[in-house]
């Protein structure tokens, strides 16, 4: 059984930073051929896609994160990390990560990002 574990959020001031991790886990489940990627959910919205990387380590973001966010992964330790910057109240979300395409079964808990002052 696969699990995503998402970590690394908390409340943080309009400008400031946080960096999520989200560790992998299962018997056989390697994110290294696999492309993998952050989501959000707002309070009140949809699930929107955020960030991607590749196996080859490509990435790709939505616009309005692009130059603040940065996607990378750390296949030896089946760890997706997202480096969140310069951050404001719109980032303000549950975020999670997931196979890209996801997989409904793959979701897991999320970590809350609360941005204010």
């Known amino acids: 059984q696969v699990q995503l574990v998402e970590s690394g959020g908390g409340l943080v001031q309009p400008g400031g930073s946080l960096r999520l991790s989200c560790a992998a886990s299962?018997?056989?489940?390697?994110?290294?051929?696999?492309?993998m990627g952050w989501f959000r959910q707002a309070p009140g919205k949809q699930r929107e896609w955020v960030a991607r990387i590749t196996s080859g380590g490509s990435t790709n973001y939505v616009d309005s994160v692009k130059g603040r966010f940065t996607i990378s992964r750390d296949n030896a330790k089946n760890t997706v990390y997202l480096q969140m910057n310069s951050l404001n109240a719109e980032d303000t979300a549950v975020y999670y990560c997931?196979?890209?395409?996801?997989?409904?079964?793959?979701w897991g808990q999320g970590t809350q990002v609360t941005v204010s002052s």
């Open positions: 299962g018997s056989i489940f390697s994110i290294n051929p696999i492309a």
């Open positions: 997931n196979t890209v395409p996801w997989r409904t079964n793959y």
